[in-house]
């Protein structure tokens, strides 16, 4: 991300620290995309959001990365009023959070593959690591030396390209052009092309992305990977990314079975659902979630309500047929609230559960369990929280009726 990277509420210092902070996911949130031409962010506090304009006139939003980030979305959209808009690989649980805030179409649905690098065993021990300990085996002997890429092989990485892009074909898979590999940054903080060469010749190369804890593989190509190269250059990157600090490796989507044999050399690995969805419009509500959050928001929608009341029947609070009305009219406000509060205890704990047993040995599992039950205890204090807040709203409706009352 160079200094010239639009940055809208807030500074490039605020952003990654936001993105370091955060497991961010997807093909766009890492350096590669936000060097892109006409990619803006939007900082807000602890949460950020990006887009870009589309060749089609639609704006394209990634997911958006922090607490709340998609009202925070969702009120961009609303705000800047797009004739189209998309969001790319939105996770189940960010999805879920739309569900009553806006209206979407489902465009697309896949899996995809994370590594889990803090898991990794650099060693390769074990039945589990057989394959790729053969093929990184192989690969030293046939005198493949792994590097970073410099601008000087950039016509050979586009070579490479083409010879990848022939290969695919035959396999009935059509790649575009290569004019995108020329815009990449070669070396950056955040993003760096590794080969892998043997008598000079780049025989695989990729584009690496990574912020704090987490990196992207942006891209990687091979010629024909006959002595392992592909193998011996994602296993010499992973040894480089845990020496920098990262802990999740993206891997992308999860393409074939091929693909997903390959990937599963490198265990532990994760997989999930994400989505892509498009004419996202915010659904308008009478009276915003957000207004029902805290108690000081309640009181106003109490004061709200004696004006309304006043104003619609044009006499004053202290007539009984009044006090009458306004309590009724509470009443309502109450039960509908008490509905409101069950459906947010109910769509949040959804997105709490606790933590469910991993397929992982035990060893490894004895050194998670501690981290998934904080995260779990720490979901479950922010449910608490807003929780009490919606009771403290009924509290001031309930105290406002006992006042008409008295």
């Not at 190269?229 to 992308?252: H, P, T």
């Amino acid at each position: 991300m160079d200094d010239s990277f639009p940055i809208e509420g807030g500074t490039r210092a605020e952003l990654e620290k936001i993105l370091s902070l955060n497991r961010h996911y997807g093909h766009f949130v890492h350096p590669v995309a936000l060097a892109s031409e006409g990619v803006t962010a939007v900082v807000d506090e602890d949460r950020a959001i990006f887009y870009k304009d589309g060749d089609d006139g639609a704006v394209e939003y990634p997911p958006p990365i922090g607490r709340d980030a998609i009202c925070m979305l969702l009120n961009h959209i609303k705000k800047t009023k797009p004739e189209e808009s998309r969001v790319s690989r939105l996770e189940l649980a960010g999805l879920q959070l739309l569900d009553g805030k806006a209206d979407y179409v489902i465009d697309n649905e896949y899996k995809v593959i994370t590594n889990r690098l803090d898991q990794f065993d650099p060693q390769l021990q074990g039945p589990q690591y057989k394959r790729l300990r053969s093929d990184v085996r192989r690969a030293t002997r046939e005198g493949l030396v792994f590097s970073t890429a410099t601008k000087e092989d950039v016509d050979k990485i586009v070579e490479l390209y083409h010879s990848w892009k022939m290969f695919m074909g035959m396999r009935g898979k059509e790649l575009g052009e290569a004019d995108w590999i020329l815009e990449r940054p070669i070396a950056t903080g955040h993003y760096q092309i590794f080969k892998v060469e043997r008598d000079r010749d780049i025989l695989a190369a990729a584009g690496v992305g990574f912020f704090g804890e987490t990196a992207f593989m942006d891209f990687r190509i091979n010629n024909y990977n006959t002595c392992k190269a592909s193998e011996f250059l994602d296993y010499m990157i992973f040894l480089d990314l845990r020496k920098r600090g990262v802990k999740f490796l993206e891997r992308g989507v999860e393409f074939g079975t091929g693909l997903a044999n390959y990937k599963a050399k490198f265990p532990p690995i994760e997989t999930r659902v994400c989505y892509d969805i498009s004419k996202v419009r915010p659904i308008q509500m009478k009276i915003p979630l957000r207004v029902l959050s805290s108690t000081a928001a309640g009181l106003l929608l109490v004061i709200g309500l004696f004006s309304n009341i006043k104003y619609q029947y044009g006499v004053g609070i202290e007539g009984k047929k009044t006090t009458i009305k306004l309590e009724m009219v509470l009443a309502g406000r109450e039960k509908a609230l008490e509905k409101k509060i069950q459906e947010i205890f109910l769509s949040r704990l959804q997105l709490a559960p606790e933590p469910t047993p991993l397929k992982l040995p035990f060893e490894d599992w004895e050194m998670l369990k501690d981290m998934k039950w904080a995260e779990y205890e720490k979901r479950k204090e922010a449910l608490d929280e807003e929780w009490e807040d919606l009771r403290n709203v009924r509290s001031d409706i309930r105290h406002a009726r006992n006042i008409l009352d008295d």
